[in-house]
T-cell receptor, first 113, second 117 residues
Framework: SQTIHQWPATLVQPVGSPLSLECTVEGTSNPNLYWYRQAAGRGLQLLFYSVGIGQISSEVPQNLSASRPQDRQFILSSKKLLLSDSGFYLCAWSITGYNNEQFFGPGTRLTVL | AQTVTQSQPEMSVQEAETVTLSCTYDTSESDYYLFWYKQPPSRQMILVIR??????QNATENRFSVNFQKAAKSFSLKISDSQLGDAAMYFCAYRSGFRGGNTPLVFGKGTRLSVIA
């Protein structure tokens, strides 16, 4: 069966510090991968998605970036965090093709102080 | 760009009663998919139900059913025999059928459902 992991589960970082959040998927190959952010009291905002290694589409221009160094690994990064980067970050995967739901990871709660 | 609107930030229902959560969407596409996701306090996103736009029949999953009105671009979720475990944030989501379905979900802002014992 497929599983999706995210770490760390929680993170507290000072403004201006770097960020690296990792997401890995097991039990499938060539998944589509997604990063979403959920700010307090808001819905999910798509940040990045990837349909293959090295292929990243950015939905929101900001100080975050994403990389996909391996087929089942998706990394969210920042060189310098802002206060507004605080939120709950969710990674998701789906199988290529129609009518395929997205499966979400447990999420990372990021607090920038 | 597609948008999804959930006009009810909060709803409440008595245990064992029925509640309907509203969702409308805006799109010019004819091929798309609609979803309802549940996010309990654990924050884990769980798929509740999906609907293909080309299907006229409303989707049903046990106590959960949808009322899909394609012309009105409406996609409401009905929860029957509500249980305490149904208390959660519910998100309506849209997915384009463009590019073979390799497109991200567009989410509404969510409806927080409380279940009263």
């Amino acid at each position: 069966s497929q599983t999706i992991h995210q770490w760390p589960a929680t993170l507290v970082q000072p403004v201006g510090s770097p960020l690296s959040l990792e997401c890995t998927v097991e039990g499938t190959s060539n998944p589509n991968l997604y990063w979403y952010r959920q700010a307090a009291g808001r819905g999910l905002q798509l940040l990045f998605y990837s349909v293959g290694i090295g292929q990243i589409s950015s939905e929101v221009p900001q100080n975050l970036s994403a990389s996909r160094p391996q087929d089942r690994q998706f990394i969210l990064s920042s060189k310098k965090l802002l206060l507004s980067d605080s939120g709950f970050y969710l990674c998701a995967w789906s199988i290529t093709g129609y009518n395929n739901e997205q499966f979400f990871g447990p999420g990372t709660r990021l607090t920038v102080l | 760009a597609q948008t999804v609107t959930q006009s009810q930030p909060e709803m409440s229902v008595q245990e064992a009663e029925t509640v309907t959560l509203s969702c409308t969407y805006d799109t010019s596409e004819s091929d798309y998919y609609l979803f309802w996701y549940k996010q309990p306090p654990s924050r884990q996103m769980i798929l509740v139900i999906r609907q293909e736009a080309y299907k006229q029949q409303n989707a049903t999953e046990n106590r959960f059913s949808v009322n899909f009105q394609k012309a009105a671009k409406s996609f409401s979720l009905k929860i029957s025999d509500s249980q305490l475990g149904d208390a959660a944030m519910y998100f309506c989501a849209y997915r384009s059928g463009f590019r073979g379905g390799n497109t991200p979900l567009v989410f509404g802002k969510g409806t927080r459902l409380s279940v009263i014992a």
